[in-house]
């Protein structure tokens, strides 16, 4: 089935109006902003406390982040929470046009066929920096089915959406089950309140950096690279891996990882949950090589585990102790000394074991929801192709 196709500057909003909040210090706004999305719901915020002029947005208007685009970011706007007038960050790009159904349009600007287009549309030094520009984004060509199949196309995914999401919130409760179960067994390991000898870090575990590959050291194929992107807040990922053939490859035996191996980004936002975040190397691959950026935490000592020092270093007391030498920062990086004289409680033997028994039952029952998981997220991606082919 072959549908008409519009490019996406005929769906945009061109003059869609803007409101500096700060004029009207004492009313209170419905913001839809970046940090607002990713925590899922709109900020509901007074003008004072918004520092810059804002786009008008209404029900129904379909917002896709320009900013870091390759992080996935469309909200439709959801009916207003009382009264507020509802406004939105510059940088979104806004979609208002009544040919097409809001929920079918953000299906398409996440799928993987908008996304490749979109990326190339990018411009910018890196991280933050990196944008999509409207311009070009508006000459990519948008599937235009009648209403009614638009409708159907979007209830379908919805429902396929909707299972790959409570798979992946049944592996977050498993994450956040234990955080509960290292809090009771260890107690604040910031406050230490079981009167346990401390030592630093400097005397438990080694950090090995990451090598600085250069853009021409990749390729399509060959061992796989672990670069910050993939040890991240959700975890350690595989997805849009990159690849390198060494030449020398027994220069690069200290920057090798395998699975299990434990992981901390060095670079981040300083006071965000994706600054300072700990990750465990996967057995999608055999081997690694990692990047710069990113280290590998060997334990050196008997007197901690695996899992007892990758849990107190995820804990927000610690994460700040970490990163209050970059406060004020926006961009910071951590050093070894910052995690090298962290003090750490040393538990008993008896506690490390008991505890390493618990993560290794609740990892069974999640390694199988990982699976599945990944299963839900290749069969959504399915569904979409052929969505948008006219093949569903």
Known sequence: MSWPTVPAAELMLKRGGSVNPANYPDETFELLSIPAFDKGEPEIVEGKAIGSSKSCVQPNDVLLSKIVPHIKRCW????????????GSGEWIIFRSDKIYPPFLRHFLTSEIFH???MNTTAGVGGSLVRARPAEVGNIEIPLPPLPEQKRIAAILDKADAIRRKR??????????????????????????KGWETLTLRELIHLQGGFAFKSDDFSDAGIPVVKIGNANKVGFTTKDISF???????????YELYPGDLLMSLTGTVGKDDYANISEVTDDYEKYYLNQRVAKISI????ITKNYL???????KIKSEITKTNRGVRQ????NGDIYELHIPLPEHDA????????????????ALSQCSRSDGALFHSISQKAFSGQL
């Not at 390198?244 to 200290?254: F, G, H, T």
């Open 352 to 367: 490390l074991v008991k505890f390493d028994r618990v993560i290794e039952r609740l990892n069974s029952a999640t390694k």
């Open 116 to 118: 490749k287009q979109f």
């Open 332 to 335: 910071a990086n951590i050093s």
């Open 244 to 254: 390198i053939q060494p030449v020398n490859p027994e220069k690069l035996v200290q």
């Open 76 to 87: 439709v706007v959801p009916a207003p929470q009382g009264t507020y007038r509802q406004i």
């Open 310 to 316: 990758r849990f107190f270093l995820a804990q927000p």
């Open 300 to 303: 050196r000592s008997e007197r």
């Open 168 to 193: 992946q919130q049944a592996i977050q409760l498993a994450d956040d089950f234990l955080r509960a179960v290292f809090l009771e067994m260890f107690g604040d390991p910031a406050t230490n309140p």
